[in-house]
């Protein structure tokens, strides 16, 4: 792991259905390895902007990581930028029932030459060991707990050794001390390796421990705070 990533948005506007639009951002620059987060009501645009970050879907405007502009790449070219630079964690986990806590967490190594496979492999071990899960590596998904699938998420999406970690609401459906676990455990992964962390999230607890804070209202950014611990 190198590090994080900066990165600068201008212009940005995503429009849905009638040409109503669902998020414009006329400007944004956060710098490599910060935590930032991402609140507003229900509704409001966040996972709009998450998506928008990870050239997930049609948008106008720029998106620049480091010195790449992903708006203007193909589809292809895209995609191959976000699988070397970009983890998601997905509000749904997005994991494979039958397969086992390793082989979710390495399952992008299907994507790679076999001479990575199993560099990626290891980093996903380690990742499940830093997390708590080392010891149930081989255990099928199927029969882990709302908390032990986040991380499972959350190893999965560090494996790759991305710059950059986008995580929707990675402690919904937590209870309260699984969550400020979770939060503790992946602060600690993402500071540990400087990695540009931008998680949307409606946890007042997991907010404070961000170095900035956007809020989102109507599609629109209303404001970018920084440090501001105690807010909520
Ligand atoms: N693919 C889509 N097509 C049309 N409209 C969409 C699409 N995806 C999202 N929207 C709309 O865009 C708006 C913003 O949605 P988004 O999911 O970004 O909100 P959010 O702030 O993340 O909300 P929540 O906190 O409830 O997850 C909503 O009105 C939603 O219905």
Same mark, same amino acid.
């Given at each position: 792991?190198?590090? =994080?990533?900066?990165?600068?948005?201008?212009?940005?506007?995503? #429009?849905?259905?009638?040409?109503?639009?669902?998020?414009?951002?006329?400007?944004?620059?956060?710098?490599?390895?910060?935590?930032?987060?991402?609140?507003?009501?229900?509704?409001? *645009?966040?996972?709009?902007? $998450?998506?928008?970050?990870?050239?997930?879907?049609?948008?106008? %405007? +720029?998106?620049?990581?480091?010195?790449?502009?992903?708006?203007?790449?193909?589809?292809?070219?895209?995609?191959? @930028?976000?699988?070397?630079?970009? *983890?998601?964690?997905?509000? /749904?986990?997005?994991?494979?029932? &039958?397969? %086992?806590?390793?082989? !979710?967490?390495? $399952?992008?190594?299907?994507?790679?030459?076999?001479?990575?496979?199993? &560099?990626?492999?290891?980093?996903? /071990?380690?990742?499940?060991?830093?997390?708590?899960? %080392? !010891?149930?590596? %081989? +255990?099928?998904?199927?029969? @882990?707990? =709302?908390?032990?699938?986040?991380?499972?998420?959350?190893?999965?999406?560090?494996?790759?050794?991305?710059?950059?970690?986008?995580?929707?609401?990675? #402690?919904?459906? $937590?209870? +309260?001390? #699984?969550?400020?676990?979770?939060?503790? /455990?992946?602060?600690?992964?993402?500071?540990?390796?400087?990695?540009?962390?931008?998680?949307?999230?409606?946890?007042?607890?997991?907010?404070?421990?961000?170095?900035?804070?956007? #809020?989102?209202?109507? =599609?629109?950014?209303?404001?970018? &705070?920084?440090?501001?611990?105690?807010? &909520?």
């Amino acid at each position: 792991m190198t590090g =994080g990533l900066p990165v600068s948005v201008s212009g940005l506007c995503v #429009t849905g259905a009638g040409g109503r639009v669902l998020l414009s951002v006329s400007s944004l620059a956060l710098p490599p390895g910060a935590l930032v987060g991402v609140r507003g009501p229900s509704g409001a *645009g966040k996972s709009t902007l $998450l998506y928008a970050l990870a050239g997930l879907i049609a948008a106008r %405007g +720029r998106v620049c990581w480091g010195d790449t502009d992903i708006m203007p790449l193909s589809a292809e070219k895209r995609a191959r @930028f976000r699988a070397g630079n970009i *983890g998601m964690i997905f509000q /749904d986990f997005l994991l494979f029932e &039958e397969l %086992g806590a390793g082989d !979710n967490a390495a $399952l992008s190594a299907l994507f790679l030459p076999r001479a990575q496979r199993r &560099e990626l492999r290891a980093r996903a /071990d380690a990742r499940l060991s830093a997390l708590g899960l %080392g !010891n149930h590596a %081989g +255990r099928s998904v199927a029969s @882990f707990s =709302g908390g032990e699938r986040q991380r499972v998420a959350i190893a999965r999406a560090m494996a790759s050794g991305a710059p950059v970690l986008l995580a929707d609401e990675p #402690t919904a459906s $937590l209870d +309260r001390g #699984t969550a400020d676990r979770l939060t503790a /455990d992946l602060i600690g992964l993402v500071r540990g390796n400087g990695t540009t962390l931008v998680v949307v999230t409606h946890d007042a607890r997991l907010i404070d421990r961000m170095d900035r804070v956007l #809020t989102i209202a109507d =599609g629109a950014l209303v404001s970018d &705070e920084a440090a501001p611990h105690g807010l &909520e």
